[in-house]
T-cell receptor
C-alpha cells in the first residue's frame, strides 16, 4: 500500500511557468516531509523540507505548501527553467525511536520546455 | 570531500550469483539505508541501520542481506534468492536523531543488471 500518493506522474511546462506537484498521505504520525530532485542516473538530492508546524516554506524558487487538516502537501516551482527538468519525489517520515524511514511517492517527471 | 560513495556505478551479474554493493560515508552519520528504485515505483526501503552492529529489514528485504561492522560502511549483498534484482540501488545516510525525523542524504547509486 502506497503511504504517500503523488500526482501527476509527468508534467510539461513552458519556461517561466509554475509547475505544481501534489502529494497526499494518511498517516497522521508523519512529522517530516522532504522533497527530492533526481536527475537521470544520479541519486536524489534534498530540495526542500517542511515539518507539520508550518503551512508554507520557501527556498529560492521552490515553495512547499502544507495543509495538515487535508493531509496534503505540494511543491511549487516559480519561474521554472529548463535546468529544473528532473524527477521530483515527495516523501514522509516518522521520527519515532529515530527510525526515520522515508516513505516515497512514485515521482513526477517534470519537463520544462525552453 | 564529505559525502556518500557507492561502488561500482554499474554492475553486471549472472543469474545464480551473489553480488555485493559498496556504500561508504564520511559524514559521521549514525543511520544508513538501502533503497531500490524501479521505474514508476519510487524508492523502496530494503534495509536500514541506526547504529553499528544493528540493522532492520525494510519493506522488501527478501533476497538481500547487509552488515554494519563499521559506522562508515553499510554493504548490501544481493543474493541469488532475489527474484528480480535488476534495478538502481541507492544508499543513504542521516544523522539519526532519536525521536525526530532528520534529513537523508543519498549516494550516486549503483545500477545492477542481471544477465
Amino acid at each position: 500500500q502506497q503511504q504517500v500518493k503523488q500526482s501527476p506522474q509527468s508534467l510539461i511546462v513552458q519556461k517561466g511557468g509554475i509547475p505544481i506537484i501534489n502529494c497526499a498521505y494518511e498517516n497522521t504520525a508523519f512529522d517530516y516531509f522532504p522533497w527530492y530532485q533526481q536527475f537521470p542516473g544520479k541519486g536524489p538530492a534534498l530540495l526542500i523540507a517542511i515539518r507539520p508546524d508550518v503551512s508554507e516554506k520557501k527556498e529560492g524558487r521552490f515553495t512547499i505548501s502544507f495543509n495538515k487538516s487535508a493531509k496534503q502537501f505540494s511543491l511549487h516551482i516559480m519561474d521554472s527553467q529548463p535546468g529544473d527538468s528532473a524527477t521530483y519525489f515527495c516523501a514522509a517520515s516518522i521520527g519515532l525511536t529515530g527510525a526515520n524511514n522515508l516513505f516515497f511517492g512514485t515521482g513526477t517527471r517534470l519537463t520544462v520546455i525552453p | 570531500d564529505g559525502g556518500i560513495t557507492q561502488s561500482p556505478k554499474y554492475l553486471f551479474r549472472k543469474e545464480g550469483q551473489n553480488v555485493t554493493l559498496s556504500c561508504e560515508q564520511n559524514l559521521n552519520h549514525d543511520a544508513m539505508y538501502w533503497y531500490r528504485q524501479d521505474p514508476g515505483q519510487g524508492l523502496r526501503l530494503i534495509y536500514y541501520s541506526q547504529i553499528v552492529n544493528d540493522f532492520q529489514k525494510g519493506d522488501i528485504a527478501e533476497g538481500y542481506s547487509v552488515s554494519r561492522e563499521k559506522k562508515e560502511s553499510f554493504p548490501l549483498t544481493v543474493t541469488s534468492a532475489q527474484k528480480n534484482p535488476t534495478a538502481f540501488y541507492l544508499c543513504a545516510s542521516s544523522i539519526g536523531l532519536a525521536g525526530r525525523a532528520d534529513t537523508q542524504y543519498f549516494g550516486p547509486g549503483t545500477r545492477l543488471t542481471v544477465l
